[in-house]
C-alpha cells in the first residue's frame, strides 16, 4: 500500500483537519490531527485511526503504523 492510499483510506473514514503519512508500503508513520479527539487520551485516539483500518491491519496490509494524533490547539500550539 503506498502512503497515499493509506492517507485517503483515513481520510474516508475519519474527518480530519490535517493528515501526513509516510512509509514505505507496510511501515508508515502518520500525523492526524482532528477534533474528533477532544478529551480522549492517547490509547483511545489510536483506537479511532485503527478502527479506520479495519481489516488493513489484521490482513497484514499495513503492518505497521507509528502515529501522532493531535486535536487542532494541540497542534496550532506546536
Known amino acids: 500500500m503506498h502512503p497515499d492510499?493509506?492517507?485517503?483510506?483515513?481520510?474516508n473514514h475519519l474527518n480530519c483537519d490535517y493528515i501526513?503519512?509516510?512509509g514505505d508500503?507496510?511501515?508508515?508513520?502518520?500525523?492526524?490531527v482532528?477534533?474528533?479527539?477532544?478529551?480522549?487520551?492517547?490509547?483511545?485516539?489510536?483506537q479511532c485511526v485503527y478502527a479506520c483500518l479495519?481489516?488493513?491491519?489484521?490482513s497484514g496490509e499495513v503492518h505497521a503504523l507509528t502515529?501522532?494524533?493531535l486535536?487542532?490547539?494541540?497542534?496550532q500550539k506546536k
Not at 508500503?25 to 492526524?32: L, N, T
Request: charged share 30%.
Open 5 to 11: 492510499e493509506l492517507k485517503q483510506w483515513i481520510l
Open 20 to 22: 501526513e503519512v509516510s
Open 25 to 32: 508500503g507496510r511501515h508508515f508513520d502518520a500525523v492526524i
Open 34 to 46: 482532528s477534533d474528533k479527539f477532544l478529551g480522549l487520551n492517547t490509547l483511545k485516539r489510536q
Open 54 to 58: 479495519g481489516d488493513k491491519i489484521s
Open 67 to 69: 502515529m501522532k494524533t
Open 71 to 75: 486535536t487542532n490547539n494541540e497542534w
